[in-house]
């Protein structure tokens, strides 16, 4: 089996890096991650933080995360609950990623929006 057929390849529609890309692309996901990169965060602090994501949404994508190793559920067990999330090693390499898409959404916001109304403009 040569080098790149044992890594995935991206391109063939049959690979499971597909499903890899589908999940770390959602726009939920690009917030979550990175926020769990400080440390670990509870239910509440992720609702404070992420705006306009619903309890539904969060409660999937972070049981996607988990699903996929790169995220980890601490549950202490308590009354009342008292349940944290944190990043595992693999969901920490990929944070160092997200971290720099997030950095380049907000430095760029300023072109990407003068590009959609010069877009906007020449299409009226």
Request: charged share 25%; hydrophobic share 40%.
């Amino acid at each position: 089996m040569n080098r790149k057929s044992s890594r995935g390849d991206v391109y063939s529609a049959g690979c499971p890096s597909r499903v890899a890309l589908e999940l770390i692309g959602s726009k939920w996901a690009l917030l979550i991650v990175p926020l769990l990169d400080a440390g670990p965060v509870r239910n509440g602090e992720f609702m404070r933080r992420i705006e306009g994501i619903s309890q539904k949404m969060l409660t999937q994508t972070l049981r996607e995360l988990q699903r996929n190793g790169l995220v980890e559920r601490i549950d202490y067990q308590t009354v009342p609950p008292h349940v944290e999330y944190q990043l595992t090693a693999l969901g920490r390499s990929l944070s160092k990623t997200l971290v720099v898409v997030d950095q380049w959404a907000e430095a760029n916001t300023p072109k990407l929006v003068a590009a959609q109304q010069a877009f906007d403009e020449a299409a009226d």
